[in-house]
């Protein structure tokens, strides 16, 4: 009898403990080549639009579930496709000088995910995550959160998402109203935002 006890008892601590057992954890690895980033900033007489490639990341999962995620980005890739030319040479240049990004200084900035609540019962197509991340930028770190659509169809992933950042976080404080006056019409918006598009594999 006591033996039978026992034996039920060793049975349901392991299913016990096999309830608790965290599925493993499995990372995709970001595709840069099919992957992209987009920005658009706005100032006071118009607007610019480019973009910056991607150098690596990964995303994981538990499950069909996001957990987790660092993406890499390349800042020495900044580009501008609005403009061509002389006028698109100077821009880029100034965007990757001191004044704003320091690409010489700060090669890469980062987006690590902290973490990602499931959004239920949205339409296939819309955000069905709530995302809140650490942002790198010329070594300034700060919390940024946004929604991003995501979706895994067997070994392949896509996420999707667009959120503006406040440049001026950064210490990119060139042509801010919020820090200079008189700038007139030459004013350039605190804000700008990017547009993320990623596909990882398993």
Do not use: C
Request: charged share 20%.
């Amino acid at each position: 009898m006591k033996k039978n006890i026992f034996i039920v008892a060793v049975a349901t601590l392991g299913l016990v403990a096999s309830a608790f057992t965290p599925n493993a954890i499995t990372s995709y690895k970001v595709d840069a080549a099919k992957s992209s980033l987009k920005w658009h900033a706005k100032k006071v007489t118009g607007e610019h639009h480019g973009t910056v490639r991607f150098a690596e990341g990964s995303l994981a999962f538990n499950g069909n579930t996001l957990t987790g995620g660092t993406i890499k980005m390349d800042m020495t890739s900044i580009d501008v496709i609005d403009l061509t030319g002389e006028w698109k040479d100077k821009l880029v240049g100034h965007l990757k000088s001191d004044d704003f990004f320091s690409s010489a200084k700060h090669n890469h900035a980062t987006l690590v995910i902290k973490s990602a609540a499931a959004i239920n019962g949205v339409a296939a197509g819309n955000p069905n995550y709530t995302v809140q991340a650490e942002l790198t930028i010329k070594g300034i770190k700060n919390m940024v959160t946004f929604p991003a659509t995501v979706t895994v169809i067997g070994n392949n992933v896509t996420a999707n998402a667009t959120f503006a950042i406040d440049r001026t976080k950064y210490d990119i404080k060139y042509g801010s109203g919020s820090f200079f006056s008189d700038l007139g019409d030459k004013a350039i918006d605190d804000s700008f935002n990017i547009t993320v598009n990623l596909f990882a594999v398993k």
